[in-house]
């Protein structure tokens, strides 16, 4: 019989432009919500737009909303109140702009903080065991309960534990942020296979010039 904690799993699809889908795994369930929205596609460093796909608005509607809790929750039941999805996207956006400040070393805005305590301090998903004759925990999440586990989960983003691992990733077109969870902090990259093989064959080339 295994503990049912809630652990969230990390990561998810970004489809630019060119129709390309990404996998990108934030390493954070909370820094991945933010990537739902624009707010940290906008924000990070001014530089140049990049193609990752990232600043799509993927949370439309309710359905939308809903959708993607479920991949993370489990079947999310109880009748969505109409506010959920504004409340949803408030949270997140706080998020993003935390995210963004953080990975630039900046001072986290009061306001933004004071809306993920908001939603930190209601009932989350409940963690369970499982084999009991009810159904318990997830089988149950509504989604202002998932959204306080997001909102948790961005407290331990932003507090001292995480401290210097919200980082953007190295590569100079790029501005995705990410949560470091290598052991030994040696993450660079949003993807291996996105900007770190681009990296290597940049370097690649360059050697091959430079020795012709
Ligand atoms: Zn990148």
Same mark, same amino acid.
């Given at each position: 019989?295994?503990?049912?904690?809630?652990?969230?799993?990390?990561?998810?699809?970004?489809?630019?432009?060119?129709?390309?889908?990404?996998?990108?795994?934030?390493?954070?369930?909370?820094?991945?919500?933010?990537?739902?929205?624009?707010?940290?596609?906008?924000?990070?460093?001014?530089?140049?737009?990049?193609?990752?796909?990232?600043?799509? %608005?993927? +949370?439309?509607?309710? /359905?939308?909303? @809903?959708?993607? $809790?479920?991949?993370?929750?489990?079947? &999310?039941?109880? *009748?969505?109140?109409?506010?959920?999805?504004?409340?949803?996207?408030?949270?997140?956006?706080?998020?993003?702009?935390?995210?963004?400040?953080?990975?630039?070393? %900046?001072? +986290?805005?009061?306001? /933004?903080?004071? @809306?993920?305590? $908001?939603?930190?301090?209601?009932?989350? &998903?409940?963690? *369970?065991?499982?084999?009991?004759?009810?159904?318990?925990?997830?089988?149950?999440?509504?989604?202002?309960?998932?959204?306080?586990?997001?909102?948790?989960?961005?407290?331990? +983003?932003?507090?001292?534990?995480?401290?210097?691992?919200?980082?953007?990733?190295?590569?100079?077109?790029?501005?995705?942020?990410?949560?470091?969870?290598?052991?030994?902090?040696?993450?660079?990259?949003?993807?291996?296979?996105?900007?770190?093989?681009?990296?290597?064959?940049?370097?690649?080339?360059?050697?091959?010039?430079?020795?012709?």
């Amino acid at each position: 019989m295994a503990v049912a904690s809630v652990v969230i799993p990390t990561g998810q699809w970004l489809a630019p432009d060119d129709g390309t889908r990404w996998w990108f795994d934030s390493g954070s369930a909370a820094l991945d919500f933010a990537y739902t929205g624009s707010i940290v596609a906008e924000q990070a460093d001014g530089g140049p737009r990049d193609d990752s796909g990232a600043g799509v %608005e993927l +949370l439309h509607s309710l /359905d939308n909303l @809903i959708a993607w $809790l479920a991949e993370r929750f489990g079947s &999310v039941q109880g *009748a969505p109140r109409p506010g959920d999805l504004d409340d949803a996207r408030g949270l997140r956006d706080s998020i993003a702009r935390l995210a963004v400040a953080s990975s630039l070393g %900046e001072e +986290l805005a009061a306001s /933004d903080i004071d @809306i993920v305590n $908001l939603f930190a301090a209601t009932p989350d &998903v409940p963690p *369970a065991l499982s084999g009991g004759t009810r159904q318990a925990g997830h089988a149950s999440v509504r989604t202002q309960q998932a959204l306080s586990t997001l909102a948790r989960e961005a407290v331990r +983003l932003f507090g001292p534990e995480a401290g210097g691992r919200i980082r953007s990733c190295s590569a100079e077109d790029c501005s995705l942020i990410y949560l470091d969870t290598s052991r030994a902090g040696s993450r660079r990259w949003c993807s291996m296979q996105r900007c770190g093989n681009r990296a290597k064959v940049r370097k690649h080339r360059a050697k091959a010039a430079s020795a012709a």
